[in-house]
């Protein structure tokens, strides 16, 4: 229709997996809760432009923007955006009736869960597989006996250090590059206030070394925005040096301040990576306080600001950094972002670009921002992970997805075939 305005038309037909209709006011009250900021919601950062959205009919409505947004329609892709019935809006209800080509058969909670076929699906016809059975497996090492042993013929988050093994043992791993991870600050108070010191971190981190300590060399290094071409890859580079005399301009001559780097326990490829974090700020300076507590504890520590510099994955939303950037610079507080960071500069910067229809104005836009990153540091990039799935010989048609879709790749299953 415009820029602002977007009418959309269900398939006929389509029911949850109880049975009961999918209608656009379901829809409409999935989105709405979406761009609640209360409600937290992962794909809030696209949908929270939404103005209006008019219902024609059971199958027919027209959403309003309340400013332009290019990467409103991929933030509709997000698996993160989902419709279920109004009735399972809630933070306090687990989710487990959609409309996909698989329904929930059975949930043995931590143990396992059974998918089967959902004829109801409006793509039934394409969908080849009849019943998928999920374990969960406790650490990597048992997914990846697991496959050696036959238990299983797919396994989702291989780990790096056994790439090389499963395929001289004739396994099929597949995967591509997409999160990426970064040194995060709390600049809310500490010396990370001061931007000086964030950038003598960009600055400092060894990132191919980082990359072989955490991911055995499987990935890429990051000297800015991911995704974002010359004018914002190229940020910082790595120049000790030029951290040390960073921490001399800020007042550290003879030794950098004493900092906290939380890390946590369950997830070893990020203590790994901060451990190499630590080894960097320790050679340029810093004095640095390590702790690893377990996941839920350092989300609620990281939540909370309760340290000085965290190491944390990202993914973004969508691929256009003008849609995802805002999630990690604008103040909400979430684990996975600066504790504290604003830049009223660097929003307006962002915000133009998403509404410029113009190439060359949507560019000058981003290259500002990217400048402004590049400057005041909200985040320093490490690199970006390789993620695999690795399979028997049994499994055909499985695509891993690109960019940042790759980690939604094993919800992609509908080509998928067994054999044998």
Known sequence: MDSLTYKFMLHDGLTYHDGTPLVADDVRAALLWYADPANSARSYPGVRFIKDIAIASDTEFTITLNSVNLSFLEYLADPSAFIVP????????????????????????????????????????????????????????????????????????????????????????????????????????GPFADPKLRLAVAYALNRENATAAAFFGHGTSLFGVPGSGPTGENLWEYNPERAKELLAEAGYANGGPKVHLLSNSTYVFLRDLALSVQADLEAVGFEVEFTSPDWPTFTEEAVAGKYDVTVQGNVGNVQDPAGWLPRLVQPRPEANKSFGYSNADLDAALAEALAAEDAGARQAALDRAYKLIGEDVPFATINQRMQAYAYTDRVSGFEVMLGFTQPYSVNNLINVTITG
């Open 86 to 189: 109004q009735n399972q809006l809630s933070a306090d209800v687990e989710a487990t009736n959609g409309a996909g080509p698989f329904k929930l058969e059975s949930w043995d909670e931590g143990v396992g869960l059974v998918l089967t076929k959902f004829d109801g699906f409006y793509g039934a016809d394409d969908v080849t597989l009849d019943r998928i059975d999920v374990s969960f497996y406790s650490d990597a090492t048992a997914r990846v006996n697991a496959l050696l042993s036959g238990d299983v013929d797919f396994i989702d988050y291989v780990p790096w250090e056994s790439y090389d093994q499963l395929e001289a043992s004739g396994f099929v791993v597949h995967g591509e590059v997409g999160v990426f991870q970064s040194a995060i600050f709390n600049v809310e108070t």
